[in-house]
């Protein structure tokens, strides 16, 4: 079993889409990068550009600075991304046990980050909903817990007699 969090850290936003990189998942895989790519280019019918991308230099560089890592070393051709469908297709190509468990366990991930992502978006969206509902009773709470406050920086000046000994 491969733990979710290893699989959310090889999952970047490239193109505005959640994607893997080639040799993230050849590792995962179990299979060095060039045998990944070269059973992907014998199918390559089945990935379609909006499954799977080649990265220009930019995108590269950029991925470079996001992971921040000297990792990548003497990578001569650019990297290719995956997005989840393609992870899907993925299945079809590559029959090994270990494939087949990867697979499951990537496409679990990636539902659990859209489910994530719906919640937050959600809340978000309630939040915003009481704010606006309540702003300004909320703001005149805050003003009157200002004034409370500024009260008591005062300095207490006694009332009354004071008797001295």
């Not at 059973?39 to 600075?65: G, H, T, Y």
């Not at 309630?126 to 702003?135: T, V």
């Amino acid at each position: 079993m491969i733990p979710s969090e290893r699989i959310v850290s090889k999952i970047y936003i490239i193109r505005n889409r959640k994607v893997m990189l080639d040799r993230d998942l050849a590792e995962l895989y179990g299979v060095t990068t060039g045998n990944f790519n070269l059973a992907v280019k014998r199918n390559i019918k089945r990935f379609p550009e909006d499954f799977m991308f080649q990265l220009n230099k930019e995108e590269f560089k950029s991925l470079i600075l996001q992971i921040a890592t000297s990792s990548w070393g003497g990578t001569r051709k650019l990297p290719f991304v995956f997005t989840e469908q393609c992870v899907a297709m993925l299945a079809s190509i590559l029959n090994s046990d270990r494939a087949i468990n990867v697979n499951i366990q990537i496409i679990r991930t990636f539902v659990k980050i859209r489910e994530l992502l719906a919640t937050n978006e959600l809340l978000q969206r309630k939040m915003m909903e009481m704010e606006k509902k309540y702003d300004n009773k909320i703001k005149k709470i805050f003003d009157i817990l200002g004034l409370l406050l500024a009260d008591e920086k005062k300095p207490n000046n006694e009332i009354g007699f004071k008797h001295k000994e």
